[in-house]
């Protein structure tokens, strides 16, 4: 599926998407857990202004990040050890868009949405079906949590 942005697989605020289980009370909780105010969100609202001439240089970082890492590339690859080039660039374009949904879009109940179904995305429940890839099926929670240093620690220069 293409969406109006034209991204292949972007499905953000399309009836494709599933309501998220977490609650927007939850999701309340959620955010005071890890601090995030509306201060945090009026600094997104401008990180968004200062990324969005540099999305394709941030993305050139976290992809050779992760090229690097044969542990991390492994997740791209078919069953053979052979990386699947087209779904590497299908990903990357939604990664990109990603970067600016999460700078300027409203955290409302289309955004907690999409937030699961990414989250569905690395799972064997949903990995591989956007690009119709034979991937590994899945990619272990540890990873999704400790990938979160690099992407904020790597952002700060840009
Ligand atoms: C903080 C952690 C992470 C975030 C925020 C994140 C974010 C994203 C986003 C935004 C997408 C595209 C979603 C879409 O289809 O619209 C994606 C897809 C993907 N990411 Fe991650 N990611 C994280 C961790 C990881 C890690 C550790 C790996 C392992 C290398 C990984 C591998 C992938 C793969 C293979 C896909 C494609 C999934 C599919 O088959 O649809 N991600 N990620």
Redesign the pocket.
């Known amino acids: 599926m293409t969406t109006s942005t034209g991204i292949a697989?972007?499905t953000y605020g399309s009836d494709a998407v599933a309501k998220s289980p977490i609650s927007m009370e939850d999701f309340e909780l959620l955010k005071q857990t890890v601090m995030f105010t509306e201060e945090d969100e009026r600094y997104l609202r401008l990180a968004g202004e200062v990324l969005q001439d540099q999305v394709e240089a941030i993305l050139d970082l976290w992809y050779s990040f992760?090229g690097s890492h044969g542990h991390?590339?492994?997740?791209?690859e078919n069953p053979s050890g052979k990386l699947i080039e087209e779904?590497l660039a299908a990903?990357r374009r939604?990664?990109t868009?990603?970067i600016m949904d999460t700078c300027t879009r409203s955290y409302d109940q289309d955004w907690l949405n999409y937030q699961q179904?990414?989250g569905l995305?690395?799972h064997h429940l949903?990995?591989?079906?956007?690009?119709q890839?034979q991937?590994v099926p899945h990619?272990g929670l540890r990873?999704?949590i400790?990938?979160?240093y690099p992407?904020t620690a790597t952002i700060k220069p840009f």
């Open positions: 697989g972007y992760v991390l590339v492994h997740y791209f779904y990903v939604r990664f868009q990603w179904e990414i995305r690395h949903k990995k591989n079906q956007t690009d890839v991937s990619i990873y999704l400790a990938f979160i992407i």
